[in-house]
C-alpha cells in the first residue's frame, strides 16, 4: 500500500500519463494482494473492502485536484 500511496503522491506533483499507468499498475498489484489476504484469512472480508476503498479514493482524490 505504501508504494501505491506513494505514486499517487508524485502523479498529484507531476500529473502525466506515464505515472497515471503506473498508478493503475500499483492498484491492481495492491487489490490482489488484499485479495489473497482475504483468500487466505488473514484479512477479514470487511478489512479488505476499507483497505481497497481506502486506495480508490486517495487515486479519486488525486485525479480531481490535478483536473482543477
Known amino acids: 500500500m505504501k508504494k501505491f500511496f ?3 503522491e508524485s502523479y498529484s506533483r507531476q500529473p ?3 505515472t497515471k499507468q ?3 499498475n ?3 498489484t495492491t487489490y ?3 485479495d489473497k489476504a482475504v483468500k487466505r484469512g488473514v484479512l477479514h472480508a470487511n478489512n479488505g473492502a476499507r483497505k481497497k476503498s481506502r486506495l480508490a479514493r486517495a ?3 488525486a ?5 482543477s
Open 6 to 8: 506513494s505514486s499517487v
Open 16 to 18: 502525466s500519463e506515464e
Open 22 to 24: 503506473e498508478i493503475f
Open 26 to 28: 500499483q492498484m491492481a
Open 32 to 34: 490482489s494482494r488484499i
Open 59 to 61: 487515486f479519486k482524490r
Open 63 to 67: 485525479s480531481e485536484s490535478t483536473a
